[in-house]
């Protein structure tokens, strides 16, 4: 029985080791660069017919393409964008560095990171997410099946850089992150704290990633997950 209990344990450590060392790699693209990542999966909001996911933005609903370092999306519709390697449980933290290009009109088409997903592929999908918008914002909700339940409705915050007509660069870039412990999930951008949730009241074991509004340029310069336990 010892040996059982000790080979199971040998087992699960040796497959969660597997799983970290598969988690996708913004140095590293997932098949060949400046093609769509093998291995990802895309969950609209709304079911679409004959949608294109491809490497070509003019015959793409959404451009999806590996761009070292890390990932270059151009949106149709919304959606969620993640790797079935990207686990994460227990306390721990997520960032990722975003980089919005020139939005036109639509500043306020939003952009972030979602955790805590479970049953992606079914009517009963659950995530958190957290997002920014070009208006200054920031917004926490949690999506369960076909409903949104708000946390934290739109609020403005000056951690928040703003893609502007006279920015130097030709985007904006905004780090956020996300903070897991057993008590409190903490919510940051740029490195400030907006805002701390207590952790019973949501599930925060699951698959995490991206979540991309409609028509928005982005760039995904890195996707971090980092264990606490």
């Known amino acids: 029985m010892k040996f059982l209990i000790q080979s199971t344990v040998l087992a699960l450590l040796c497959s969660s080791f597997a799983l970290a060392q598969n988690r996708p790699d913004p140095e590293v693209p997932q098949g060949e660069n400046l093609d769509v990542p093998e291995g990802w999966e895309v969950r609209l909001d709304r079911d679409m017919d004959d949608l294109v996911i491809g490497s070509d933005p003019e015959s793409s609903d959404i451009y999806f393409v590996n761009m070292t370092p890390g990932w270059h999306i151009t949106s149709g519709p919304a959606a969620i964008y993640h790797h079935p390697s990207n686990t994460a449980s227990g306390s721990y933290d997520i960032s990722a560095v975003l980089h919005l290009f020139d939005p036109g009109e639509r500043n306020r088409e939003a952009f972030g990171i979602f955790m805590g997903g479970n049953d992606l592929d079914n009517n009963n999908q659950n995530y958190l997410y957290f997002l920014i918008r070009n208006t200054g914002e920031f917004l926490i909700k949690e999506r369960i099946g076909s409903e949104t339940e708000v946390i934290q409705n739109w609020t403005s915050n000056e951690s928040i850089n703003l893609y502007t007509d006279d920015l130097?660069?030709?985007?904006?870039?905004?780090?956020?992150?996300?903070?897991?412990?057993?008590?409190?999930?903490?919510?940051?951008?740029?490195?400030?704290?907006?805002?701390?949730?207590?952790?019973?009241?949501?599930?925060?074991?699951?698959?995490?990633?991206?979540?991309?509004?409609?028509?928005?340029?982005?760039?995904?310069?890195?996707?971090?997950?980092?264990?606490?336990?």
Not at 191 to 209: F, I, K, M, Q, R
């Open 168 to 229: 130097e660069d030709s985007s904006a870039q905004n780090t956020l992150s996300v903070s897991v412990t057993d008590s409190d999930i903490k919510f940051y951008i740029n490195d400030t704290e907006v805002a701390s949730v207590p952790t019973d009241n949501y599930t925060t074991d699951g698959l995490y990633g991206l979540r991309v509004n409609h028509s928005i340029n982005l760039h995904i310069s890195d996707l971090t997950y980092t264990s606490l336990d």
